[in-house]
């Protein structure tokens, strides 16, 4: 009885588990044993018994703690690397894999979509320009099919008209990317920190320049490394090109944390004549809207900031949802969720090649090597070339940036951050990085000729 | 009134003689005039001279059938009128051609503008700094040059700028031609003549006229907001197509010249033919009195002297006070005679040359000043001195509040003077932020100040859309509302920043295009540091005080001037303008996308996204 009613669950089990299994090693992920420990419920006596003489903890010494070295197992090799699964890695990762590149994805959390889900920043803002008197789209390509199939999810984005600004839903976009990335058979490395870059023993001998092989990732079983033919750093925070060495500037910006409040269809701003404050923007979702918040301007890479930001953020964000609820007519408005992921918007920026700058960019300036059109908050001014240089690190090789971090001006990294751009950007660095896989040149020798091409044939905007 | 009427009887006659020299010539137009004028100028003394140069045009009127010298005159003539027509081309070659170079070019020629840009230190040789550079730089030179010869042959050849350059002066005179032919003289539509040519009418509008061009010149204040300068005939010709007001006076002008006479307009209303009467007539006099007094010194005899009937006959209408009316007034030859006899205030040194005068006309009724013709002519002064205060005062009310002025522009009162409304400024601004419409701000100010106390009641209706609609309307015109305009007049240019026009960094145009100075013609660096504006910044509009994304006012600002400090109260970063940076050319108000529109999830079809929302960033006159 119990034995067959186990047997039962166990069968029902291995046969959920095994098409899961199935699905995931499709994807690369392929943890075969675990998943056979698992179903067979034995992992506490097969699974890995480490006597503990094997770890390498820091030392305490004279000068402080000291890491000492150890060999790093190797986990994956691979023809593009994409660290960071936000906007733009995840377009990265998309667009280098359908262009044939073997491509591996890591994300810190376990999820993809960075700001724009986990950091509710669900508003798709700034992918309008004016072309005279006419508003253009100059987002399209991979960025362009995203919204199109959250437009065919339910709940899946809202203000979609021609020249809006829409506003996607975060758990929605989730769904997609996991969908798109595993369509586009990309291997992936959640829970992942990249922590290192991997720097080959030569210089480049063409440049001189040091040439970066891989990175070095922090999983719950220490640092795993992944070697690439070519690097993408989409983490935002330049967390591979500032160990590669790659010169780059740190920048200060506003952290908020933004929030989504529900039950709003159940307000009734006429009871007490007089709207609440904080009521943010609309969400494809009915009720439901999302409040952003500018927060302090202060170093998004200091552990000590964040921490504390998000001590006082949550503290405020509790207070303004307290006075939504006693506004009158807003009683039933609840806090839904804060977002997982602090709301950092602007922190370290490569020196590029090339870098964009705010005024050449308002006067159209055209770039030989563009590989993008961005474009502009509130579409009020005219969209803005992407030179492919503004993705290049000056001083080391085979590592492209993407999304808020490639080369720009304070004032334009403003306008560089936003989702839309950052899927421009990375669209542009995932077919840049496959097209040198494929020639076997150094990222910054690539053919721009046959990016753009590529790009084009992805259907990506290049302003023609 | 019966009185009047028998002056203007008996002037008639008198006209007739000192015409008929004229008459031969046959001349029509003033240049003919001129060529009549002229040898008798070399050859007789200039007393000669100053029977009006266009007198003829009315004489002749009746003597056109017998044209006895018509080739001699007819070259000469054909000159003339190609030289004048040319003027009048380059005038309104701007609107033909769209070179606003030979506009300006044109417009200075005019001796008032030439004069009032001298006394302002602006235009006369634009530095190469500031004007255009190059060829065009050059022909501006060249031009002021050119205004400078024309305004000092003003000085000593009567009415030379009306006779020879003035645009509108040819165009009435073609006007007026056209009459002619079209219509014998018994079919003259009106005999206004006598209207016009009254004492008390020339009075009370030389009164006027020479009253505020005078406040003008002297003293920067403007008359109803509508400084003398604005009738400056190329003011006039230069904006006729984009201003109600100027075509308005310029069929006035037309219509005068067709239905009674062209030198109604130049002897009433013009104000620069005034100027150029009071310049000539100034200086002969200065000129006359030395000759005279060195005469009478040779001879040791009195003026009455045979030498010297002339002059005195000369001087009469002018020797009188140099008011501006008389001045004016006694430009028509048939109030000659009257005017001087009844000065309101004694001209002392004139005053019994001036009754001794050698007018052939039956001076007696002219020469009875009797004390109640003292107290009409006084009376009819007084009214017209009281009109320019009355309406001075009024618009002063009107007009207290401070519109935004170009960079450069000097002061409001002084601006308003010297400003010549001709519009060169709107034309060339390129973000058309520089305007003169004003477009029924009195109604809307009062709608504005409704909303703005209804959004101090704090009161955004969620539940009823199309209120808040309206309501953004009215408040974003508000950003400029603060102008309110004259009926009587055009405004003064002015920045309409409210449909999202702004002035740009690096442009000095309207300073360079200005004939007049009202303007002062900056340099780029001078440009950047005008206080055209103050920024003023309302949180409760700003999308970040409602916890949305925006950076827009801080990255459009061109002077760096806004920075978002973090704000612990409002738990917000939000833009702080700094003073000393902004110059208040609004950019950033042209940018701001305004307070946020509360999007119902209910009804999303009811939003309006592209709804004027009221701004974040407002604009206020610096004080």
């Known amino acids: 009885m119990f034995l067959s009613e186990l047997n039962r669950r166990d069968w029902l089990k291995s046969l959920g588990l095994g098409a899961s299994a199935a699905a995931l090693g499709a994807v690369g992920l392929a943890p075969r044993d675990a998943a056979a420990d698992f179903v067979t419920q034995k992992d506490k006596t097969t699974g890995k018994l480490l006597d503990g003489s094997q770890a390498v903890p820091c030392k305490l010494g004279e000068g402080g703690v000291v890491r000492p070295s150890a060999v790093v197992p190797t986990i994956s090799e691979t023809d593009v690397l994409v660290v960071g699964g936000g906007p733009a890695g995840c377009v990265a990762a998309i667009s280098a894999a359908r262009a044939g590149a073997k491509t591996t994805l890591v994300e810190r959390y376990g999820h993809f979509g960075g700001l724009a889900t986990g950091g509710l920043v669900v508003h798709i803002l700034g992918h309008w320009t004016k072309e005279g008197d006419k508003k253009v789209q100059a987002t399209q390509g991979i960025g362009e099919e995203m919204m199109k199939r959250l437009e065919d999810l339910p709940q899946g984005i809202v203000n979609r008209e021609f020249g809006r600004n829409p506003t996607l839903d975060a758990e929605a976009y989730k769904y997609l990317l996991v969908e798109m990335i595993t369509e586009a058979n990309i291997e992936v490395f959640l829970h992942s920190w990249a922590i290192d870059a991997i720097i080959d023993d030569e210089p480049s001998p063409e440049t001189g320049n040091p040439v970066v092989r891989g990175v070095v990732i922090q999983t719950k079983l220490g640092p795993k490394a992944i070697l690439a033919k070519q690097v993408i750093d989409a983490t935002g925070d330049g967390d591979v090109f500032v160990p590669a060495g790659a010169a780059h500037t740190q920048r200060m910006y506003n952290i908020g944390l933004p929030y989504r409040i529900g039950n709003l269809d159940r307000a009734k701003p006429e009871k007490g004549g007089k709207r609440a404050r904080f009521l943010g923007d609309v969400t494809p979702v009915p009720g439901v809207r999302w409040v952003n918040m500018t927060g302090p301007s202060l170093d998004g890479v200091d552990v000590k900031v964040l921490s504390e930001l998000e001590l006082k953020h949550r503290k405020q964000i509790w207070k303004q949802v307290q006075e939504t609820r006693s506004t009158p007519g807003y009683e039933d408005v609840y806090l839904m969720e804060t977002a997982p992921q602090i709301g950092v918007r602007v922190t370290r920026v490569i020196e590029g090649v090339a870098t964009l700058k705010l005024d050449e960019a308002r006067a159209g300036k055209k770039f030989d090597d563009c590989v993008g059109i961005g474009g502009a908050w509130h579409g009020d001014h005219i969209g803005w070339q992407i030179p492919f240089g503004a993705l290049v690190p000056k001083n080391v090789e085979n590592i492209l940036t993407a999304g808020r971090s490639i080369s720009g001006e304070p004032l334009m990294s403003d306008v560089i951050r936003v989702i839309p751009n950052c899927w421009v950007s990375g669209h542009a660095a995932g077919a840049a990085a496959a097209v040198a896989v494929q020639d076997g040149t150094l990222a910054r020798a690539v053919s721009i000729p046959k990016v753009r091409a590529l790009l084009k044939e992805q259907k990506a905007y290049l302003g023609e | ?623």
């Open chain 2, 1 to 623: 009134m019966k009185r009047s009427k028998k002056p203007l009887k008996s002037a008639r006659p008198n006209a007739a003689p000192p015409l008929k020299p004229l008459e031969p010539l046959n001349s029509l137009q003033p240049t003919k005039t001129l060529e009549a004028v002229k040898p008798s100028k070399t050859t007789q003394t200039p007393a000669s001279t100053l029977p009006q140069p266009f007198e003829p045009a009315k004489s002749t009127a009746s003597t056109l059938p017998q044209s006895p010298s018509k080739r001699r005159v007819s070259l000469r003539r054909l000159g003339v009128w190609a030289f004048r027509f040319a003027f009048l081309a380059a005038t309104l070659g701007a609107f033909v051609g769209g070179s606003l170079e030979i506009a300006r070019a044109a417009a200075q020629t005019s001796p008032l503008v030439f004069l009032v840009a001298l006394a302002s230190g602006a235009a006369p040789f634009p530095n190469a700094t500031t004007a255009a550079s190059g060829s065009v730089g050059v022909f501006l030179v060249g031009a002021s040059i050119f205004s400078a010869i024309v305004f000092a042959l003003t000085l000593f050849k009567r009415r030379f700028y009306c006779r020879f350059v003035c645009p509108l002066g040819t165009a009435v005179d073609a006007a007026a031609l056209l009459r002619r032919r079209l219509f014998p003289r018994r079919f003259r539509f009106l005999r206004t003549g006598f209207v016009v040519r009254s004492p008390g009418f020339a009075l009370f509008f030389g009164t006027l006229t020479l009253g505020s061009l005078a406040l003008s010149l002297l003293f920067g204040v403007s008359f109803a907001g509508r400084s003398a300068l604005e009738l400056d005939p190329t003011a006039l010709l230069s904006r006729w197509t984009l201003d109600f007001p100027a075509f308005g006076v310029l069929s006035g002008v037309f219509l005068t010249a067709f239905v009674a006479s062209p030198l109604f307009w130049r002897f009433h209303v013009c104000p620069c033919g005034a100027l150029q009467d009071v310049c000539f007539f100034g200086l002969r006099r200065f000129f006359r009195r030395r000759v005279a007094a060195k005469i009478a010194k040779f001879n040791k005899t009195d003026k009455t002297d045979a030498s010297l009937p002339p002059p005195t006959q000369a001087t009469a209408p002018v020797d009188g006070k140099p008011t501006d009316a008389t001045e004016r007034t006694g430009l028509s030859r048939q109030i000659a005679p009257t005017f001087p006899a009844q000065k309101p205030t004694p001209a002392p040194v004139d005053a019994e040359t001036t009754d001794a005068t050698g007018k052939t006309a039956p001076a007696s009724p002219l020469e009875a000043p009797t004390r109640r013709r003292f107290l009409r002519t006084l009376a009819v002064f007084g009214l017209a001195v009281a009109t320019l205060g009355a309406v001075r005062r009024w618009s002063a009310r009107v007009l207290a509040a401070t519109p935004f002025r170009p960079p450069g522009a000097l002061p409001e009162d002084a601006f308003l003077a010297r400003c010549a409304r001709c519009g060169r400024c709107v034309d060339v601004c390129p973000t058309q932020v520089l305007r003169f419409d004003a477009p029924s701000d009195a109604v809307k100010t009062a709608k504005i100040d409704a909303t703005e106390t209804a959004e101090s009641s704090e009161n955004a209706d969620v539940a009823n859309d199309e209120p808040t609609a309206d309501a953004s309307v009215e408040t974003a015109v508000k950003v400029d509302a603060t102008v309110k305009t004259s009926p009587l007049s055009r405004p003064a240019p002015r920045l309409v920043f409210d449909d999202g026009a702004f002035c740009e960094k690096d442009c000095v145009a309207c300073g360079t295009a200005c004939p007049t100075g009202a303007i002062s013609p900056l340099t780029l660096d001078a440009k950047k540091r005008f206080k055209i504006a103050t920024v003023e910044f309302k949180i409760e509009r700003c999308l970040i005080y409602y916890q949305q994304e925006c950076a827009i006012c801080r990255r459009e600002c061109p002077f760096e001037a806004i920075d978002f400090v973090w704000n612990e109260e409002e738990y917000a970063s939000l833009p702080v303008v700094d003073g000393e940076k902004c110059v208040g050319c609004g950019r950033c108000v042209a940018f701001c996308p305004g307070e946020p529109i509360f999007q119902e999830f209910t009804d999303p079809d009811k939003f309006d996204a592209d709804a004027p929302r009221p701004k974040a960033l407002v604009l206020r006159p610096t004080d």
